[in-house]
C-alpha cells in the first residue's frame, strides 16, 4: 500500500513539474510573440515615419517615444497631420499596415 501511494506521489509530482514547465514555456513565448507582432510593423514605419521619427526619436519631427497616447489620438495624428506634420493618407500607408505601426509604436509606448 505505501508503495502504490509512493509511486502515486511522484506521478503526482512529475505531473506538476511538467505544468509548471508548460506554464514557464507559455510565459517565455508569449513575450516572443508579442516582440514578433510588434516588429512586423517596423518597416512600415520605418517607411512612412523613421525618416522624421527615426526609432520614434527626435530627428525632423519630435521624439514619439514614451508619449502613451491613445489609439485613437495617433491615429488622427498620422491621418490628418498636425502642425510641420503632413497627413500619411491611405495611399501611402494602408489601414493594414496603419495597425501594424500602431502594435509598433505599441511596444515603444508612444501608443498605449
Not at 6 to 20: N, S
Not at 28 to 49: D, T
Request: charged residues 25%; positive net charge.
Amino acid at each position: 500500500m505505501d508503495r502504490k501511494r509512493e509511486r502515486g506521489g511522484w506521478a503526482m509530482c512529475f505531473g506538476v513539474l511538467g505544468a509548471l514547465t508548460l506554464a514557464g514555456a507559455a510565459m517565455v513565448s508569449a513575450p516572443r510573440a508579442a516582440e514578433a507582432q510588434a516588429n512586423e510593423g517596423r518597416p512600415q514605419f520605418n517607411r512612412a515615419c523613421g525618416r522624421c521619427h527615426p526609432n520614434g526619436e527626435e530627428d525632423t519631427g519630435p521624439a514619439i517615444r514614451n508619449k502613451n497616447k491613445s489609439v485613437e489620438e495617433m491615429t488622427k495624428i498620422i491621418r490628418q497631420g498636425t502642425g510641420k506634420m503632413r497627413a500619411i493618407g491611405a495611399n501611402k500607408l494602408s489601414d493594414a499596415d496603419l495597425a501594424k505601426v500602431l502594435t509598433y509604436l505599441r511596444s515603444m509606448h508612444a501608443v498605449r
